[in-house]
Every structure is written in structure tokens, then in C-alpha cells.
């Protein structure tokens, strides 16, 4: 069994998916889901995920929208929220509620989104 922590990457543009997993599956293990439903599938069958990152806009559910779900079921996880765009009002109160962590800008800085998983997962 790895003892890579467990990274989630919800995003509804399949080379974005394919990016974040070449950027990272070094140093994480990373699961992706294409929405926020099959987000929300992956933690099910992942509770052992330590973090999310979820890209605001997609069809259906929002980022915010799953963050808002998942967390009431997963307390422990830390979420974090790109995005294409200026940061938004829901955004900003995402924030001020502690829903999310941070949020990160697309296209994504590596470094940023790596020193904030270390940082979430306490390393």
C-alpha cells in the first residue's frame, strides 16, 4: 500500500484531468472525477482522500456546489476550489465560511497546489 496521501481532482475537461495527474502522481496518489457527482462517488469509495481541489465551473453542480455536499460528509477533508476566472462573490464567502481552503487560479501554478496539499496534509 502507498503512503502517498490521496489527492482528489474534480474537473470536467478531460486534459485537465490528464495535466494535474502527470504533475502530480509523483508525490500523490491521484483519483479524478469528471463532475461533481462522480466526485462525490470517488469519495465514497476513497474515504481515505485527504484533499480535493475542484474546478468551479462545470455542468450540473458547481465546484462550490460538491465542496458544500462533501464536506458535510467528509469533514476532514481539505477543499480547495480553481478556477478560470476573478475570484467570485460565492468564492469569496466559500472562503469566509471555511468551506474552502484556498483557491487557485487556471491555469494552475504546481507549486502553489503542491505546498498547499503538503500543507493540508501536515507534512
Known amino acids: 500500500m502507498s503512503n502517498k496521501s490521496k489527492v482528489l481532482y474534480v474537473d470536467d475537461e478531460p486534459i ?3 495535466l494535474f495527474k502527470a504533475n502530480f502522481k509523483n508525490k ?3 483519483i479524478t472525477a469528471e463532475c461533481g457527482h462522480q466526485g462525490l462517488r ?5 474515504p481515505d482522500t485527504k ?4 474546478d468551479m465551473k462545470m455542468p450540473g453542480m458547481s465546484g462550490i456546489d460538491f465542496i458544500r455536499i ?7 477533508i481539505t477543499f480547495y476550489i480553481l478556477t478560470g476566472y476573478d475570484i467570485t ?13 484556498k483557491y487557485f487560479r487556471k491555469p494552475f501554478n504546481i507549486n502553489e497546489i503542491e505546498t498547499a496539499i503538503l500543507e493540508a496534509v501536515g507534512m
Open 70 to 76: 462533501a464536506k458535510k460528509e467528509y469533514p476532514n
Open 28 to 30: 500523490f496518489t491521484i
Open 42 to 46: 470517488q469519495l465514497k469509495d476513497n
Open 89 to 101: 462573490d460565492e468564492i469569496s464567502q466559500a472562503l469566509k465560511d471555511h468551506l474552502i481552503r
Open 51 to 54: 484533499v480535493v481541489i475542484s
Open 16 to 18: 485537465n484531468l490528464t
